[in-house]
Structure formats: C-alpha cells, structure tokens
C-alpha cells in the first residue's frame, strides 16, 4: 500500500463518520502508521465564547478520529477497531480563527490491541494537546464486506 | 465562559436554557441539563449529526468524550459559590459500550477539590445506569 492509498482510504472512512463529516475533518498526509487530520475553525464549535476558543470535545473529536483512522495505515487489510480509552493532556486552548492539526501514529499493534499516540497543534508548531489511546482488534470480519470495499475501493 | 448573571438566574431556578444557549458546543451536540433536588443530570438527546461508526449505527466516540467534558464543566461551576473558570488539564476516557443511537445520559461527582484543582469523575449510560457506556475523570485548575 502506497502513501497515496493510504490516505484515500482515510479520507473515505472519515466521510462515513458523520461527525467527523460535519466537523470538516479532512486527512491530508499520510504514511506507514502515520495519519495527519485537519479541523477547520468555525465559530459553532467555540466553547469559551468570551476567547472563542473551541471546546475540548471538538479536539477529543479530532483526536479519536485521527488515532482511529491511523490505523489505516498501520494494517494489511481494513479492520475497523473501537475505541477502548482515551487519555488527553491539554497544553493550550487552541487559538480562535486557525485550523488545528493532528498527527497521529501508531507505536505498538499486537494481535488484539493497537496503542495510538496522537498530537494536536497550530501553524508554527504549538501544541494544543497530547492523546494516548487504545484500540480493540475485533477482526475485519467484524465490519461487513461492502463496508470494506466501500473504503478499499474494493481492492481487498 | 459564563455570564454572572445567567449563572445565578440557573442556580436559583435550574433552568438551564439560556447557560447551554450560551456556549455553542452544547447546541452543536445538543446537549441539555436537568436538576433534580441538587443532582444534575445531563442528556443528550439522539442526532445523526453526532454519529460515528455507521455500521451499528454508534455515537462518535469523540461526541461521548465532549459531552462527558462539557457535564463535568458545568457540574463544577454550578458547585461552585463564586465563580471560578474551570480550565480543563487532562481527561481520561474509557469506553465500555457502543453508544447507540439514542438518548445519553451523564452523571457526575467531585472526587476531591483541592485549592486550585478539582478531580472530577463521569458516568455516562443509555438504557441503564447499570449498564455504563463510558466512564471519565477530569482534572480541572480553578482560577479566580
């Protein structure tokens, strides 16, 4: 699987998570175990309407997409894989009127389990916040075929 | 984050309308509070806008994690006599279920509050309280 691939592939789970839809979540780069996902700024999202800062849950959105989609990435063939735990330490409310990134990667994957770390920042580096998370295998038979080919292509 | 005023209006009558109009994260996932004596308990009522897996079909993981987020930050500052900012430091989440598409409910309790910060923990269910679909803790810096 080529870079490329990869992140198509990304892109198409991504569009069938309605949230991350709605979000404007948009993988842009991608590479062996490696996902970088954009969250545009927008205003309904704020959750400090005095900084217009946006809330946590909007960045814990992004990061559970982006560690979820990593995964992609990482494996053979698709598999979709729940969200076991989360865990985010936030740096920095993320400036109002800028996109934040997220680069996730994945560090360990064993037949059951695949641990995730992902890091969510601004333009010139700031870091907004960290994540670590866990990922449960349950087998690609798990997700019905025409859901596979609809993010391989078919391919698979 | 919070008007004074709309403050004081929710504690003493425990509506919440306009403290949740306020802050456009909770109209984006639709959250709403209700208090019952002194405990509040948060909802969140089903929206195809907050799903995520689409094959069960399951509440983003991510809308679970904000909705969790956004109760325990607002259980704090209604707990709370003077108002005082809660700033969000770090948030510990486990899944337990997938959250399907219908009503959530959240609950949460101060596990301790010390001078500058609180540790807060979350339970979240669906059909049942006995049936947990995430728990969280929090810990949050109050700044005067």
């Given at each position: 699987m080529n870079n490329q691939i990869r992140l198509e592939q990304a892109n198409r789970f991504i569009e069938t998570l309605t949230q991350a839809k709605e979000l404007g979540l948009t993988a842009i780069d991608a590479g062996e175990g490696s996902l970088l996902v954009r969250l545009p700024y927008s205003e309904k999202i704020i959750g400090n309407p005095?900084?217009?800062a946006i809330h946590g849950g909007a960045i814990t959105t992004l990061m559970d997409t982006t560690s979820g989609s990593v995964i992609i990435c990482a494996l053979d063939e698709f598999e979709l894989c729940p969200t076991l735990d989360l865990r985010v330490d936030y740096m920095h409310p993320a400036e109002p009127g800028k996109p934040v990134y997220a680069r996730a990667e994945t560090y360990k994957i064993t037949s059951n389990i695949?641990?995730?770390r992902c890091e969510a920042y601004?333009?010139?580096g700031n870091t907004i916040a960290n994540c670590v998370g866990t990922f449960m295998?349950?087998?690609?038979?798990?997700?019905?075929?025409?859901?596979?080919?609809?993010i391989t292509g078919g391919n698979q | 984050m919070i008007d004074p005023a709309v403050l004081?209006?929710?504690?003493?009558t425990g509506d919440f309308t306009q403290l949740l109009e306020d802050i456009p994260y909770a109209r984006w996932i639709g959250l709403c509070c209700d208090r019952f004596g002194d405990d509040l308990i948060f909802r969140l009522p089903a929206k195809e806008e907050n799903l995520g897996n689409p094959i069960l079909p399951a509440i983003h993981g991510g809308v679970i994690g904000g909705f969790m987020e956004l109760a325990a930050e607002i259980y704090l500052i209604l707990g709370q006599e003077t108002l005082r900012m809660p700033k969000i430091v770090d948030f510990?989440?486990?899944?337990?279920?997938?959250?399907?598409?219908?009503?959530t409910y959240a609950e949460c309790h101060l596990t301790r509050q010390g001078n500058r910060v609180a540790n807060v923990g979350v339970v979240a269910w669906q059909k049942s309280r006995s049936k947990p679909i995430a728990t969280a803790r929090a810990h949050f810096l109050l700044e005067g």
């Open positions: 005095e900084t217009g695949i641990f995730t601004q333009e010139q295998r349950i087998g690609k038979e798990a997700s019905p075929k025409s859901y596979r080919d609809l | 004081e209006h929710t504690q003493k510990s989440l486990d899944y337990l279920r997938a959250g399907l598409n219908r009503e």
